[in-house]
C-alpha cells in the first residue's frame, strides 16, 4: 500500500538510533571507568528485561485488563470476521477475548504471530456497526501482522537500561575525574530521549495498523468512524475508569485520555453531524491541508497515540 514504506523506513531509523544510542553509551562508560564486563553486565541487563517482558506480558495484559476467553458460540459473528482478517494478513487465527474493562475499545497481546491474541472490551459491543468493528479488529490484527508486541518489548527495554546506567555510574566508586557523574548525565538524557523515541514508535505502529486494516479490505472511513465513536466513549467514561487503565491505554486503539479533545477534531469533519464520518467527507479532508495547534504537536510528542486530526487525515490519503 502506498505510503506503508515510509512508515517501515522510519520505523526502522528509529530502532537504528536506539540502538546506536546504547552502544555508544555503553562503549563510553566501559572505556571511561574501565569495567572490563561493562558491556556483558548491561548486555545482560537488557536481554534479561527483554526476555521477562516478552515470557510475562500477554498474563500480565490479561489481568489487569480483565480479559476472558470469548467462544465462538457466544459471538458467531465476531469470530467470523477474525478468521477473514486472519486469512487476509496470512496469519494464524488470534485467540479472541473479551475485557471488562468499562471504556469502549479493543487492543492485541501475545508474543508472537503465533500466540496473538485480541480482545474487545464488553461495553464496545452494540457501539459500533459491523463495518466499524471490523475495520477495528484489521487494526488489531496489523499490530499482530507486524509482530507489535515484539517490538515495542525490545525498544521499551531499551530506556530502562539508560535508566540502570546511569544510577550505577553516577554512584560508581571508580569515579575518576567526574567521569562517572558525567556518564551518569549522559544516560538519563539518553533515558528521557529514549522514552520520547519509545513513544514516537507507538505512534508509527499506530499508524501502520490503521494502514493494515485498510489493506485487508476495510474502507478509510470505517475506521475513522470507529475512532469517532471510540473518541465518544471515552470522553463519557469517568475519570476513575480512565485511571484505571492509565498502565495499558497504549494498548488501545485510541489515547483514552484524550476522548473530548478527540471529538473537537472529528467535528470539523463530521460536516452532517450524524456522528459518523462517511467516505465523501473523509474524500474532502484528502483535498485540504490540516492545521494543528503548535500545544497539540506538544502534547503528541508525549503521547503513545498519533494526534486525532493527523491520523484521520493520513487515512483520507488512504482512500485516495
Given at each position: 500500500?502506498?505510503?506503508?514504506?515510509?512508515?517501515q523506513l522510519r520505523m526502522w531509523l528509529v530502532m537504528?538510533?536506539?540502538?546506536?544510542?546504547?552502544?555508544?553509551?555503553?562503549?563510553?562508560?566501559?572505556?571511561?571507568?574501565?569495567?572490563?564486563?561493562?558491556?556483558?553486565?548491561?548486555?545482560?541487563?537488557?536481554?534479561?528485561?527483554?526476555?521477562?517482558?516478552?515470557?510475562?506480558?500477554?498474563?500480565?495484559?490479561?489481568?489487569?485488563?480483565?480479559?476472558?476467553?470469548?467462544?465462538?458460540?457466544?459471538?458467531?459473528?465476531?469470530?467470523?470476521?477474525?478468521?477473514?482478517?486472519?486469512?487476509?494478513?496470512?496469519i494464524p487465527k488470534p485467540k479472541i477475548g473479551i475485557?471488562?474493562?468499562?471504556?469502549?475499545?479493543?487492543?492485541?497481546?501475545?508474543?508472537?504471530?503465533?500466540?496473538?491474541?485480541?480482545?474487545?472490551?464488553?461495553?464496545?459491543?452494540?457501539?459500533?456497526?459491523?463495518?466499524?468493528?471490523?475495520?477495528?479488529?484489521?487494526?488489531?490484527?496489523?499490530?499482530?501482522?507486524?509482530?507489535?508486541?515484539?517490538?515495542?518489548?525490545?525498544?521499551?527495554?531499551?530506556?530502562?537500561?539508560?535508566?540502570?546506567?546511569?544510577?550505577?555510574?553516577?554512584?560508581?566508586?571508580?569515579?575518576?575525574?567526574?567521569?562517572?557523574?558525567?556518564?551518569?548525565?549522559?544516560?538519563?538524557?539518553?533515558?528521557?530521549?529514549?522514552?520520547?523515541?519509545?513513544?514516537?514508535?507507538?505512534?508509527?505502529?499506530?499508524?501502520?495498523?490503521?494502514?493494515?486494516?485498510?489493506?485487508?479490505?476495510?474502507?478509510?472511513?470505517?475506521?475513522?468512524?470507529?475512532?469517532?465513536?471510540?473518541?465518544?466513549?471515552?470522553?463519557?467514561?469517568?475519570?476513575?475508569?480512565?485511571?484505571?487503565?492509565?498502565?495499558?491505554?497504549?494498548?488501545?486503539?485510541?489515547?483514552?485520555?484524550?476522548?473530548?479533545?478527540?471529538?473537537?477534531?472529528?467535528?470539523?469533519?463530521?460536516?452532517?453531524?450524524?456522528?459518523?464520518?462517511?467516505?465523501?467527507?473523509?474524500?474532502?479532508?484528502?483535498?485540504?491541508?490540516?492545521?494543528?495547534?503548535?500545544?497539540?504537536?506538544?502534547?503528541?510528542?508525549?503521547?503513545?497515540?498519533?494526534?486525532?486530526?493527523?491520523?484521520?487525515?493520513?487515512?483520507?490519503?488512504?482512500?485516495?
Amino acid at each position: 500500500m502506498k505510503g506503508t514504506w515510509k512508515l517501515q523506513l522510519r520505523m526502522w531509523l528509529v530502532m537504528l538510533l536506539m540502538f546506536t544510542m546504547l552502544y555508544i553509551i555503553i562503549a563510553l562508560a566501559g572505556s571511561f571507568l574501565g569495567y572490563g564486563g561493562f558491556y556483558q553486565f548491561y548486555a545482560i541487563i537488557g536481554i534479561l528485561m527483554i526476555f521477562l517482558q516478552y515470557l510475562f506480558a500477554p498474563k500480565i495484559v490479561e489481568s489487569s485488563m480483565k480479559v476472558k476467553p470469548l467462544s465462538k458460540e457466544e459471538a458467531p459473528h465476531i469470530h467470523a470476521m477474525v478468521e477473514e482478517l486472519a486469512q487476509k494478513a496470512d496469519i494464524p487465527k488470534p485467540k479472541i477475548g473479551i475485557s471488562d474493562v468499562n471504556i469502549p475499545n479493543a487492543f492485541a497481546y501475545g508474543r508472537s504471530k503465533r500466540s496473538g491474541h485480541v480482545a474487545i472490551t464488553r461495553n464496545l459491543l452494540g457501539l459500533l456497526d459491523r463495518d466499524e468493528l471490523k475495520a477495528v479488529l484489521g487494526h488489531e490484527l496489523g499490530h499482530i501482522k507486524h509482530n507489535d508486541m515484539i517490538v515495542t518489548t525490545i525498544v521499551s527495554a531499551i530506556p530502562m537500561v539508560f535508566y540502570y546506567l546511569a544510577f550505577s555510574s553516577m554512584f560508581s566508586r571508580n569515579n575518576n575525574n567526574n567521569s562517572g557523574f558525567i556518564i551518569g548525565i549522559i544516560a538519563w538524557i539518553a533515558y528521557f530521549v529514549g522514552q520520547l523515541l519509545v513513544l514516537l514508535v507507538s505512534r508509527i505502529r499506530e499508524y501502520y495498523a490503521d494502514a493494515a486494516s485498510i489493506e485487508f479490505g476495510n474502507r478509510p472511513n470505517e475506521l475513522a468512524s470507529a475512532l469517532y465513536k471510540l473518541s465518544y466513549g471515552a470522553a463519557n467514561s469517568s475519570e476513575e475508569q480512565i485511571k484505571d487503565v492509565e498502565g495499558t491505554r497504549a494498548f488501545f486503539l485510541n489515547d483514552v485520555n484524550e476522548g473530548s479533545h478527540d471529538i473537537r477534531s472529528f467535528r470539523q469533519l463530521d460536516i452532517d453531524n450524524n456522528g459518523k464520518i462517511s467516505e465523501a467527507e473523509l474524500n474532502k479532508l484528502h483535498h485540504h491541508d490540516i492545521k494543528v495547534k503548535g500545544s497539540d504537536n506538544l502534547k503528541e510528542l508525549l503521547s503513545t497515540h498519533p494526534d486525532m486530526l493527523k491520523r484521520v487525515k493520513r487515512l483520507a490519503d488512504f482512500n485516495n
